[in-house]
């Protein structure tokens, strides 16, 4: 049978061991919060790119004669406006 101090010290073996294993894991917990914010704002940045991009292209297809519908290229920019953020 072991002796108490040879429990004690396999126990802070132990101990110590999973202290280190959770100091990892908080750094990578970290550095995955850090990667989903600049994920994130890579997101909303494309978003607004690609309304950008949309409303450019909606206003070029009703200039350039492709219709002449005045009232019908307002509607679709109200229309697509009115949808906010969420695009949806």
Not at 2 to 31: G, H, P
Not at 42 to 64: I, N, P, V
Request: net charge neutral.
């Amino acid at each position: 049978m072991r002796s108490l101090a040879q429990l004690i010290s396999d126990l802070a073996t132990q101990l110590e061991v999973q202290f280190v294993r959770s100091t990892n894991m908080a750094v990578q917990l970290a550095n995955a919060e850090s990667k989903c914010r600049e994920l994130a704002a890579k997101l909303e940045t494309a978003d607004k790119l690609q309304d950008s991009a949309f409303r450019h292209g909606l206003q070029h297809g009703f200039s350039y004669g492709q219709t002449n519908d005045q009232a019908g290229y307002e509607q679709c920019l109200k229309s697509y406006s009115s949808r906010g953020k969420d695009n949806g």
